[in-house]
């Protein structure tokens, strides 16, 4: 335990069910996504803490019901979800469109509802542990009536909602999202459009989906990166903007670290080149810079399409949990 300037003890705490793993007709084969490294990166971490992850883990045990989607997605579209061909299309894999929608809902939607509730626990427990990782969830495209790049809901914005809902923070009071998937975060733009309370840094490819010029224009600090960035240009923007970011007014009362591992060099779908250890120092410096600072950090998880990418996410968090959890 570490005792930042504010006072606030930082004791990280991991969010997970065993049930985030999305796992059927060889789904992982349809899509470049490893839809069960959710599972894969908490075994490497329990292989690795035992005891101490368990002691300082939490699980959502039922999926987010329809009164709390509804804080911020359309009537519309949550109905447009009962029929599987919408969801085929808004999971852009149309080929499921042929299942029954029972089937779809309760083998991939359910999974994104329960890791949706995920980002809501971790929320909580970040404002009163300093830090808490959902692995999962990071549905950053998913916007008030429309799903897409594989993400239906948008967990962070209704973990705000919550948390204004339940006074655990004021409408007025800032809250930073750090987007740092290697994809625009369209969603959460579109999203919070017209509330300036949420303050958004978001670096991604600029050459690859969604480029949506729309949203970029509500982004407060856009970072729009070229197809290829290594390391050093990479890391060095980071840490010039970020510090920076987070101080331009009153510091945030929380922040929404959007952690997508797709910036890997050997990533499917990112088309960035940074690598594993880039990676793991992009991590470590979000969290200390955030930290020192005295402000509760959620992570998600978001992208990550490697067959790696369940190792990196394993290796921050146990950087995470080395460092502040003693
Ligand atoms: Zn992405």
Known sequence: MIETSDSIIIRPKVVYSPNYDIKFLGLEKLHPFDSCKYGRAWRVLADRFGD?????????????????????????YLKNLQRSHFVAQSLEMDSLGFLPIGILDSRVLQPMRLATMGTVMASEAALEFGVAINLSGGYHHASAERGEGFCIYSDIAIAISLLRQSQKINAEDRVAIIDLD???????????????????????????YPNDTYAKERVDWAIPLLSGTKDDRYLG????????????????????????????????????????EGVLERDRFVFQTVIDLGIPLVMVLSGGYASESYRLIAHSISAVLQTWNN
């Open 182 to 208: 290697a994809h625009q975060g369209n969603g959460l733009a579109r999203i919070f459009y017209e509330d300036p309370s949420i303050h958004i840094l978001d670096m991604y490819n600029q050459q690859i």
């Open 237 to 276: 923007l980071l840490k010039d903007r970020l510090p920076a970011f987070l101080q331009e007014s009153d510091l945030p009362k929380i922040v929404f670290y959007n952690a997508g591992t797709d910036i890997y060099e050997r990533d499917l779908l990112g088309g960035l080149k940074v690598s594993e």
């Open 52 to 76: 101490r992850l368990i002691a300082n883990s939490l699980a959502p045990v039922a999926p987010a019901p329809t009164e709390i989607l509804q804080l911020v997605h359309t009537t519309d």
